[in-house]
């Protein structure tokens, strides 16, 4: 039988090693809930898009997990502080 090919992007990689997906993503320092990039950053995000499908395309043993870091990444307030915006 033949599959789609699917690549997971992960925020808790340890758990999601212990499902074996075929090919994983993991942007390093993301909090769940922003596993593309926090809103309005359309550069980390396309980034993050573009990492996994370099890792569809890598021919690699399956359940490799690539952790990748985005320097220009920023989290997003209302995830950092449990759903409270606080000015700076």
Known sequence: MVGIPTVLITLVPEGSRQMGPPRGLHPVGFPLGDCLGGPGQVGVQR????????????????????????????????????????DA
Do not use: K, M
Not at 56 to 71: F, L, Q, V
Not at 76 to 82: E, K, M
């Open 47 to 86: 980034q993050v898009l573009r990492d996994a499908f370099a890792r569809w395309e890598a021919r690699e043993e399956a359940g490799t997990i690539w952790e990748r870091d985005y320097p220009d990444y920023v989290p997003d307030p209302a995830i950092t502080n449990n759903g409270e915006v606080v």
